[in-house]
């Protein structure tokens, strides 16, 4: 009997030391909350991609901490509630450590205070709202803001197009649309530069010929439209239709594949302001471009490189902390000052804000053109 307890204990203890510490370094959870369907569908499929894409990398060299990454996807189709919903699931069911997501700036700014009252770390790749990251300590960004963006706009339009003039169409619906024009004007204005059209829209609408009408009677040298592409393409072609010519130019909203399928003639020769392009030279650039084109049969946009840098950028982090808690990965994230991605080199401010460039891209014969970088 005393010979039985022995090797019951010998058992219990060899099981704690290593069947246990086995078990629990498993998998280590992380959730994604892209809008994969509904308005803005390619910016949740290009998010989903470039997050899976530096999983998979991780994990083909053995993962993290010896541990497996699972990365668990949730689609809000772009609709706030659900975000919330798939936020609380991913939170409390499959108790997951991080989120990366909170793909547009109203997203995030529904996950963010969710994330940060569970303790659970929120990476957002590309939310550029500056109020993002004033939610709490527990919410990280990779892409530059909208500050940031919308002087950069303005000192284009007002430098390098000459504009003297501008309009501003502004997607009222949209935190991001409101933040950027804002960032745009106050800019304009302080180079001299005079906003004589402020209108508005809801994200969604259909028709907007009512504030082009107005905004073509005032005869803008420059129309800003801070939209995402699905609202950017009728705007477009509803303006050229109506006979305005100026350049339009807007934000990192306007990249998607289907702008140039629904407006590639409206928007010849507009610019946007943008995270990435596949054109820059530099070698973990164009290994990234060869390998996601092989796997998914399509160039990478701005959002698969920055969901692809975001989810790299907590992988270091977790690598770091040693640990998969949320409080440690959020410490070691806290404590990366400079970070390399795809998307170009970035410091962090206090904010947990990265600074880093931002590229402006042309639309030229039918495609999007590298046309200049803009450096902080
Ligand atoms: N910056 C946008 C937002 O905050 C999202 C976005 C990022 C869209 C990059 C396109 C490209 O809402």
Redesign the pocket.
């Known amino acids: 009997m005393k010979h039985f307890v022995k090797i019951l204990i010998i058992a219990l203890v060899i099981f704690s030391l290593f069947v246990l510490p086995l078990q629990a370094a498993g998998t280590i959870k992380i959730g994604g909350i892209f809008p994969i369907t509904g308005p ?1 569908a390619t ?1 949740g499929i ?1 998010c989903a991609n470039g997050a899976k894409m530096a999983v998979e990398e991780a994990n083909a060299k053995g993962g993290v901490l010896g541990s497996k990454i699972e990365l668990i996807i949730e689609d809000d189709q772009y609709k706030l509630e659900e975000a919330a919903n798939a936020a609380k699931k991913l939170i409390e069911r499959d108790k997951v450590v991080a989120i990366v997501g909170g ?6 700014l529904t996950i963010g205070p969710i994330a940060q009252s569970s303790k659970v770390v929120l990476v ?6 500056p109020k ?1 990251t004033q939610v709490g300590d527990f919410i990280f960004r990779v ?1 530059f803001l ?1 500050d940031f ?1 919308g002087e950069v706009m303005a000192n284009f339009a007002y430098k390098n197009l000459k504009a003297k003039t501008a309009a501003v169409l502004t997607a009222v619906t ?4 409101k ?2 024009a804002d960032a745009f004007k106050k800019k304009f204005a302080a180079l001299g530069g005079k906003i004589v059209a402020d209108e508005s829209y809801s994200e969604g609408d259909t028709d907007f010929r009512a504030q082009l009408t107005k905004i073509k009677a005032l005869k803008p040298d420059f129309v800003f439209v801070p939209g ?2 699905s609202d950017v393409a009728p705007i477009l072609n509803q303006a050229r239709e109506l006979g305005i010519t100026v350049p339009f130019g807007g ?6 594949p289907e702008l140039l399928k629904q407006a590639a003639k409206a928007a010849e020769g507009c610019f946007y302001s ?2 990435f392009t596949p054109d820059a030279k530099d070698l973990l650039v164009q290994t990234f471009v060869k390998n996601y084109t092989k796997k998914y049969g399509m160039a990478p ?3 698969a490189a ?1 969901k692809y840098d975001a989810m790299k950028f907590l992988l270091e982090g977790i690598k770091k902390a040693g640990s998969a808690d949320p409080v440690k990965i959020k410490e070691a994230l806290a404590s990366m000052k400079t970070f390399r991605g795809v998307t170009g080199s970035m410091t962090f401010d206090a904010n947990r804000n990265p600074i880093k460039s931002a590229f402006i891209l042309q639309i030229k014969d039918g495609k999007v053109v590298y046309y200049t970088t803009v450096k902080p």
Request: proline share 0%.
């Open positions: 803005v910016f290009s793909v547009t700036s109203s997203e995030a957002t790749g590309t939310a550029t709202n993002v892409c909208d963006q949209s935190d991001y649309s933040g950027l995402y592409y934000g990192d909203g306007w990249d998607s943008n995270h946009d701005a959002l920055l």
